[in-house]
């Protein structure tokens, strides 16, 4: 029993550490190619949108792990109507996993120059911020369904 506890975690462990790991090989290879493109404005357009990829990425495993921790509480109890609930649990998490991305979707879409400009862009890194929070913004449904399977 105690090796099985110690593999799963383990296993755990460094699927998360693998999961860091490539994001920060993301983050890294994106600040690389954008600083060859653009220089210093685009690295510091990149600095003032990468909040709001962390904040869509909090979101989604915020709801994922609520899902996640009820689907547990209702497979231990081992009761009858147990799966229909589960059912339940997932489907709203779908539906709010979604509604969320969709928001922030809008907001890129529509509010991209005002957030720009609450995150501090200036006159000189407003085009490229606005542009990057844009397309960061768009794939929010994707990141944030992507956060509920993990």
């Known amino acids: 029993?105690?090796?099985?506890?110690?593999?799963?975690?383990?296993?755990?462990?460094?699927?998360?550490?693998?999961?860091?790991?490539?994001?920060?090989?993301?983050?890294?290879?994106?600040?690389?190619?954008?600083?060859?493109?653009?220089?210093?404005?685009?690295?510091?357009?990149l600095n003032l949108s990468i909040p709001i990829y962390s904040f869509i990425h909090g979101v989604g495993l915020m709801v994922g792990m609520g899902a996640a921790t009820r689907?547990?509480?209702?497979?231990?109890?081992?009761?009858?109507?147990?799966?229909?609930?589960?059912?339940i649990v997932f489907s709203n998490a779908m539906?709010?996993?979604l509604l969320m991305g969709i928001l922030f979707l809008l907001i890129g879409l529509f509010g991209a120059k005002h957030l720009a400009n609450v995150l501090g862009a200036d006159s000189l890194t407003l085009a490229f911020t606005?542009?990057?929070?844009?397309?960061?913004?768009?794939?929010?449904?994707?990141?944030?369904?992507?956060?509920?399977s993990i």
């Open 1 to 45: 029993m105690q090796k099985a506890v110690i593999k799963d975690f383990s296993r755990y462990i460094s699927l998360n550490i693998l999961g860091m790991l490539g994001l920060s090989f993301y983050i890294l290879a994106d600040t690389y190619f954008i600083s060859k493109a653009l220089g210093a404005v685009g690295i510091a357009s």
């Open 71 to 87: 689907f547990s509480i209702l497979k231990s109890q081992h009761k009858k109507d147990s799966i229909n609930k589960i059912n």
């Open 95 to 97: 539906k709010i996993g």
């Open 130 to 148: 606005q542009a990057y929070l844009r397309i960061i913004l768009s794939f929010s449904p994707f990141f944030i369904i992507f956060d509920l």
